[in-house]
Every structure is written in C-alpha cells, then in structure tokens.
C-alpha cells in the first residue's frame, strides 16, 4: 500500500480529533488514505490508516472579489461621503481600492484605499477631482493582483464645493488660564450649505493643520461656529498654543489660528528661583496683562526687604535679577527668603535660600 507523502497536521495524542480544510492544492482523487502515526521523543510508530480508499472530488475553489456599490448608474458628488462595498469568498489577506477613469484598470488609476482589511465596507469622501460620467471602482487583493473586481457599469462623479473652515478665536495673543471657560469661534466660508461636526484640537509650536497634541479638546462638536472649552489644569502652561478646527465630514476643511495664544496657571505665577555663581538670584514671573504686577523679597520675619518690581504690567514670562542688596543697598545675610508676586488680588509666594 503507498501512502501520500504529504502530512496535515502534528496534534496531541490526547485530542482524538481534528478538523481539516482541504486546501485548493488537493488535486480530486479516488484513491486517498488517511495515516496517523505516533510521534515519541525517542522514534516514530506506526498508528493506523483508513481501511479503504475515499474520494476528495470536485474542482478547486478560487477566491473571488465582487464590487456591489457602486456598480453603475450613481451619481456621487465631490466633497460627499459614500459607502464602497463589496463581497469576497475565500479571500485572506488585505485589498486595495482604485478609482478608474477608463474601462482599462490598469490606466488612470486613482489609489481611493490601499492595503486595508478585506471587511466588505470602506468609507470614501470624494476628494476634489474631476467630474465625469465613466468612472468605476475597482478591487484587488494585495496578495494576488489577480483576484480583483470592477464596477459593472460607469457611474458619475459631480463637481461640488467644499466647505472651508476659518478659525477667529483664539486668533492669536490671548492668555488663557486653568479653570477659565473660553468660546472658540470660527466661521465656514462657502457656498452651499453648512452641516455636520468639527473636531477641535491643540497645536503646539508650529503652524501645521496636522500637528496635534494627544488632548482633544471635541472629537465631534456640532458645526455651529461656537463651543465653550473649560481649560483643564493637565494643559501644560505655554506660549506656542494654536487651536485646530477640522470639517469631519469634509477633506482639506480645516484651519488653525493665525498666531500663537498663551495657557497659564493664574493671573500670575513665579515659574523659578535660581541663585546663580556671581551671587545674583534670578526671579521668573509669568503673568497676564490685566493688572499691574509687584513683586518682593521678604526675610523670614515676613519683613519686605526689596521691592524687584513695582506696579509694572507683565505679560508673559519675565526674569528679574536681585543682587542679594535690602532696599539701602546693603549685602543681606545668607538664610531664607522669600518672593511675593502679587497682580490684582492675586498673590504668589515662593522661598529659596540665599
């Protein structure tokens, strides 16, 4: 008896059971047998095979892709969103998606989705292209080019307009702190009408529409050209904010602000308090514009020594040196000290050593 050199699986002895995919490679036989053997760590024994030959029969399955939408006669405008499907059978692996200008799918191809799960589904806002009247999808599988599919028929694509999106606030120069609630506006410019949501979003330095922090501020807001943000407290504090504003349901809809606005902690902060080799200590302040700011140092007495500034308007960050003198100019003593910052009825106090 000859036995087919082929083996199908290595399973544990214990499991008495095994379900098998014939594969397409199986040419359809009469006379197959099944062999189980056993597999020791020492050698091979011999277990048992079929008593009688089977029959794998019929012709080999060969995978298939059908595009069912759009497959002839719709009319899809620019800057619309529209559902591509399609069915598939014992297809593995990824596909991608063409638009095709012409009958020939291997001319004037448009890459709509490439390499994406084979899911039946694929959502495609139509990009600014040209109309036409003979346009087709076609799908091909990633591992075999061969195992495609295109629209029956033409189908249309019509020009349209696309909604474009002005930021107007923050525009730039504004000071925003933790806790504060502030309107973002912004306005959409075209010519047809207005729909759908917005994503709000950070930017941080730089002035790319695709540069955005991991915090979002609305994933999907409704597009009414307002929406109220309450700054949280785990927005780092920072001078190079800009805000995104995204058309969801609309490619290349989005802007961001003109120039830069701040997130600050308070109406006024002392960011730092370094003594520096030549005896001197620097004083960082952050503060907003509303209100004149003062700041101090106090000996441990809570006695004010040296008035560093007095009355001025800050806005932003500012280093202020003291050369360690009291308010006559004479050398203080080294110990502990304090620095006061006060703008409005806000007051800050920071200690460092001398």
Not at 27 to 44: D, E, G, K, N, Q
Not at 274 to 284: A, F, Y
Request: glycine fraction near 10%; hydrophobic fraction near 40%.
């Amino acid at each position: 008896m000859n036995f087919l050199p082929t083996q199908i699986a290595v399973v544990p002895i214990a499991n008495g059971v095994f379900n098998w995919t014939i594969p397409n490679s199986v040419l359809p036989l009469s006379s197959y047998r099944i062999a189980i053997t056993w597999l020791s760590m020492l050698t091979v024994y011999f277990g048992d095979v079929s008593d009688a030959d089977f029959t794998i029969s019929g012709t080999p399955v060969v995978p298939t892709i059908t595009v069912t939408s759009p497959n002839g006669g719709e009319n899809w405008q620019v800057g619309t969103a529209h559902p591509i499907t399609w069915t598939s059978t014992d297809l593995t692996g990824n596909i991608s998606i063409f638009l095709v200008g012409t009958d020939n799918p291997s001319t004037n191809m448009l890459v709509i989705a490439r390499d994406i799960p084979n899911t039946g589904l694929f959502n495609w806002i139509i990009p600014n292209i040209p109309g036409g009247t003979s346009y087709r999808v076609h799908i091909r599988s990633v591992l075999n080019a061969a195992i495609n599919d295109m629209s029956d028929n033409p189908f249309t694509i019509s020009s349209g307009v696309f909604n474009r999106i002005r930021v107007l606030a923050p525009n730039g120069g504004e000071i925003w702190r933790h806790g504060d609630t502030r309107r973002i506006r912004w306005v959409c410019i075209n010519t047809g009408t207005v729909v759908g949501a917005v994503e709000i979003s950070l930017i941080r330095g730089g002035n790319s529409i695709t540069n955005t922090l991991p915090y979002i501020i609305a994933p999907d807001a409704p597009n009414t050209g307002s929406f109220l943000w309450t700054i949280p407290p785990n927005i780092p504090v920072g001078r190079n904010y800009k805000v995104k504003i995204r058309l969801l349901d609309n490619i290349g809809g989005a802007d961001v602000s003109d120039n830069f606005f701040a997130i600050i902690y308070s109406p006024i902060s002392i960011t730092g308090v370094n003594k520096k080799p030549d005896g001197k200590v620097e004083v960082t302040v952050d503060a907003g514009d509303e209100h004149p700011v003062t700041v101090s140092v106090y000996n441990i007495k809570g006695q004010c020594i040296r008035d560093l500034v007095s009355e001025e308007k800050i806005s932003g960050n500012r280093t202020i040196h003291w050369d360690g003198t009291d308010a006559k100019g004479q050398l203080v003593k080294k110990g502990l000290f304090f620095v006061r910052a006060q703008s409005g009825k806000d007051v800050v106090t920071k200690k460092f050593m001398y």
